[in-house]
């Protein structure tokens, strides 16, 4: 997969759509994240070149305890784009759509029965395609599930994705203040 440098070479802007955020482009550049349990959908409007990617953490705004960004839901990160699009004189029949992550981050060693019920990256799948469906909208390619990470680009002018799957060393948390 190309790195930051090589998709740098081409001239595009890229940003980085980081966890409950959304983004939405009307001009080309490349939007780019790296998953575990979140979930991300690229939306692409072939006919105007637009494009949006959303970077939610947890399924649905019911989970929210006061008024959270929108994008941090996969149902209401889905509502979000949607609406982008449509202000823009879009309509959602004419988005195309692709599904990414929601890995299984727990420990292979807890019991299966608390990996299931803890599994968050699938109830963000399965939320995520619940919402697209109340658009009538649903993913043209997925690559969900699984135990690995995900890293991305999306060309919001082509609708293309690059994905990488990682592998366990290349997904880390770094404490507060520690640069990698």
Not at 39 to 55: D, E, I, L, S
Not at 61 to 73: D, E, L, Q
Not at 74 to 94: C, I
Request: proline fraction near 6%; charged fraction near 15%.
């Amino acid at each position: 997969m190309p790195t930051n440098a090589s998709f740098g070479s081409l001239g595009l802007p890229i940003a980085h759509v980081s966890i409950g955020d959304c983004a939405f482009a009307t001009r080309p550049m490349l939007l780019t994240t790296v998953l575990g349990s979140c979930v991300c959908a690229t939306f692409y409007h072939p006919k105007r070149q637009a494009g949006g990617m959303f970077h939610a953490m947890l399924p649905d705004a019911s989970m929210a305890r006061h008024n959270s960004r929108p994008c941090t839901f996969a149902d209401q990160a889905v509502a979000s784009l949607v609406e982008r699009f449509r202000v823009q004189g879009m309509k959602a029949a004419d988005l195309v759509v692709k599904l990414f992550g929601g890995a299984n981050t727990m420990i292979s060693s807890q019991p299966i029965a608390l990996r299931e019920f803890l599994d968050v990256g699938k109830k963000n799948v399965d939320s995520a395609r619940a919402a697209l469906a109340s658009f009538g909208l649903h993913p043209v390619a997925e690559d969900t599930l699984g135990s690995r990470g995900r890293k991305l680009f999306f060309a919001t002018a082509t609708g293309q994705v690059w994905l990488t799957r990682l592998t366990p060393g290349e997904l880390r948390t770094l404490p507060p203040g520690e640069l990698g």
